[in-house]
């Protein structure tokens, strides 16, 4: 630099205002903003649906914006739109579980190729059994699953692809033999079977077979757990004693007869107002955070990635869904609250359409469609209620809101029938929202039932016992027996 200019410059500088420089971390207002706005989550963070006594107070993974008198509480926050501020990308499952396993089962009629996670249980450990809900995927309970270790190292898990759905596969065979079925011989209006019945015995033979492929000699202690649908399929399997007496226990989320089968009416709606493809996997996760259908973003990184599948390039007529592609620029009008099931994911069918090569710009869909399974909806929620508080084993019920409850659950949680767990601050993905407070609240169930009786915390200031029941020593808790 030359004198000149070295004059020059100086003299711009001495006419500037000075301003003492920033220790070292100190965030500019705009980034502070934004940080407090947009909070990245960490495997553990599920403060997003934390109790509602600190809900006030913090901000969780949901970017949830948190009062103070300096900050812009009715700007649009930033990054929100773009996600640019919030890391989208898909976590692999070997994150969460030791091993997949791929295991075939032959009927009559069909070869089923079922898929599983699993990490197994130790020596002494019990196995939690998971069973997730319509359009979803094992990996639904990922981080939960990660989550029951940590509280309970010795604990495994098996988390379940039911058919139709993640990477579960069904091929049709000639009748009798093990042969596939020729093409002229499959019709194209044919559809899944995905009855009550037809899935709670899928996951008895899963577990059987899972069983047989660890060598192992009989079954540890099996907590079956299952959210939404997958919630009537534990209730299904525990009531008509498939799995024997390996059962300790159920735990239901999120689900109930008497709200599912009055939100059935408008389901079809509200399927059809969601986008019906994604221009990345990126995408998808977005989808799902922004709309508040899963309000963990470390969870939806995990568990939405098998819930989409490649746009085939053509569709049978009858199956070609309206065009609504989503883009980060559009502005949904769903959240999670305006779900009318505890139906879960939205999707297209991978049974129903085969692959086709792809375009030079690859677009994702959903890899299940729950429209082509509205024949069975009600008949999954049916008699639900009576089925759970009449199956044998320790129950567990654990809700997002109390308003979810019907008079024969009240009555029956009243007479202390099973264990009632709410956490009013979760949407209706429970396990993935509140991984941690899920995964601490299922081990504690465990060990209340790992002696084959219910253990129900006594109410506050109660003096009698509860149904009959006879109060333990001074720890104030009941037991009922199974």
Known sequence: MSDLQRSFAKAKLAGLPFNPPLPPGTLLEEDEDERELIPEPSPDDDSSSASSASSASSTGSTGTIKPSPSKHLFARPKGIESGHHRNLDPLPWSDFFSQELYLEHFTPNAKLTHHVYLTPPGSKGPLFVTHHGAGSSGLSFAVCASEIRKALPEAGILSIDARGHGETTYQRLKHGTHEPMDAEELKADWVLDLSLEVLSEDMATVVRLTQAKMGWVEFPGLILVGHSLGGAVVVDVAKAGKLGNAVLGFAV????????????????????????????????????????????????????????????????????????????TMTSTLSSSSSPLPADEPITTHFLLKPQPQTSRRTWTWRTDLTTTSPFWHSWFLALSSKFLSAKGGKLLLLA???????????????????????????????????????????????????????????????????????VGDVGENKIGH
């Not at 973003?297 to 085939?312: D, I, K, M, Q």
């Open 253 to 328: 989320l999120d689900v109930v007869e008497g709200s599912a089968i009055d939100a059935l009416g408008s389901m079809e709606t509200y399927l059809s107002s969601r986008p019906t493809t994604f221009p990345s996997i990126s995408a998808g996760i977005e989808w799902h955070t922004r709309t508040r259908t899963i309000r963990n973003p470390f969870s939806a990184r995990v568990s939405v990635p098998s819930l989409l599948c490649p746009t085939p390039t053509t569709f049978p007529s009858s199956a070609r869904p309206p065009a609504r592609p989503f883009s980060s």
């Open 401 to 471: 809101g109390t308003d979810r409850l019907d008079k024969e659950l009240m009555i029956g949680q009243m007479q202390g029938k099973y264990q009632l767990q709410v956490f009013p601050d979760a949407g209706h993905f429970i396990q993935e929202d509140l991984p941690a407070k899920t995964a601490g609240v299922l081990v504690d169930f465990w060990r209340r039932n790992e002696g084959g009786v219910l253990v129900l915390p006594r109410k506050v200031g109660e003096g009698a016992v509860i149904g009959g029941s006879k109060k």
